[in-house]
């Protein structure tokens, strides 16, 4: 006889383990939580974790602005997992109206942001090169997170109220029963579970694959650079989205930068089990050269570390969440993109009570992936960074 569990989550990234934390918190019983690696060792742990709420979509926005608190409260309780150290995104004169459109809808939604330009920007930034940019969006309560740390959070909560997780478990694949998903097979056999939640990230289609279930999303190969300043000059000390150079950074401590390539770029799609993981030369070599022009007190800093990720992409870039039509027992919680980590924290509290109660606000309901055959995608922003 198989083991029996009122939820069963595939998957101990961000938004994984934050279902599976607040189905405990809000009574669902019984609930599992499987991984194949450790937990974040896929997406999340190499995610660039820079935290912002500077969305073109009210629903992103609020998302992270929630996301941020329960990051927080982590912080209050256990130093060492977020900082609010500030945000800033570069703003090149095309996007400028965007911008002041985006400014309205946060600030509406409660998001504490600002509009710098000239002198505002220079005091802030003695260490930015101006040109090109005509304002700077900046976030007081922006920052950057360690991934690893935020997610080991709540899966510590999670077990604190009597969850299981069970690392170095492949889960290899969903069982089904006519249009039912009814739980998943394990290595060591079936578990049962009246709800299953794909939280597999890039590996969320071959999961899917295995019952059946149409899931149109890329797995897509993302890169991210270590880099180590030279001391005596000051440095930046905020996250930063440059949508004038397409680079984004953020601080690490000690002189430290995290820097990757933002949009626009060209993104390959890759076999999530079989891709290169190490960076490419024309990739660091990008970053070397931009970084030291927009940031002149980078110029000779010394690469530390490079490698690559995944993103997991759905067609509009945004995720798959909740259950579809037609098939009852099954969950999505896949396709975060750039945008996962972020959200991730909020997306999970949101799952949990859609699969305890049924249902769910409309404009989270939106990020279903019946939107699909409804015609309604969501439209693309701009500036994206991976986080």
């Known amino acids: 006889m198989s083991e029996r569990f009122d939820a069963v989550i595939v998957g101990a990234g961000i938004t994984g383990t934050s279902t599976a934390y607040h189905l405990m918190d809000e009574g669902a019983g019984r609930v599992l939580l499987v991984e194949r690696g450790a937990v974040a060792s896929g997406g999340t742990g190499k995610s660039a974790a820079i935290i912002r709420q500077h969305y073109s979509t009210a629903l992103l926005a609020r998302l992270t602005l929630r996301g941020i608190g329960m990051m927080s409260a982590f912080e209050a309780e256990k130093p060492g997992a977020f900082w609010q150290s500030g945000y800033m995104m570069l703003v090149p004169e095309d996007l400028k109206e965007k911008a002041d459109a985006n400014l309205v809808m946060q600030r509406a939604a409660g998001i504490d942001t600002d509009w710098l330009e000239g002198a505002e920007i220079t005091a802030r930034a003695p260490w930015l090169n101006m040109d090109g940019v005509a304002g700077v969006v900046y976030e007081p309560k922006g920052g950057y997170a360690d991934p690893l740390r935020v997610t080991e959070r709540f899966i ?9 997780y069970r ?10 029963d006519g249009d039912t998903i009814t739980g998943v097979m394990l290595e060591s056999g079936p578990i049962s579970a009246a709800a299953v939640v794909n939280a597999a990230g890039p590996w969320a289609k071959p999961l899917a694959d295995t019952a059946g279930i149409d899931m149109p999303l890329r797995a ?3 890169q991210d650079s270590i880099w180590q300043a030279r001391g005596g000059r000051p440095l930046p000390t905020v996250s930063i989205s440059n949508a004038v150079d397409a680079i984004y950074l953020r601080p690490m401590g000690d002189g430290r930068f995290l820097i990757g390539q933002g949009f626009p770029k060209e993104y390959q799609d890759v076999d999530p089990y079989n891709y290169r993981e190490a960076a490419d030369d024309e990739f660091i070599n990008l970053i070397l050269e931009r970084a030291a022009v927009r940031y002149p007190p980078l110029e000779g800093m010394t690469l530390l570390s490079a490698y690559a990720a995944l993103y997991d992409v759905t067609p509009d870039w945004y995720p798959f969440i909740g259950p579809r039509a037609g098939l009852a027992g099954y969950f999505d919680a896949c396709g975060g993109s750039g945008h996962g980590f972020k959200i991730g924290p909020a997306i999970g509290q949101e799952l949990a009570r859609w699969i305890l109660t049924g249902t769910t606000s409309e404009d989270f309901a939106g990020l279903s992936y019946d939107r699909l055959a409804a015609g309604k995608l969501f439209a693309g922003a701009y500036g994206g960074n991976r986080g």
């Open 220 to 222: 897509v190969r993302e």
């Open 156 to 164: 510590e909560r999670f077990q604190t109220a009597g969850g299981s």
């Open 167 to 176: 690392p170095q478990t492949p889960c290899r694949g969903l069982v089904r």
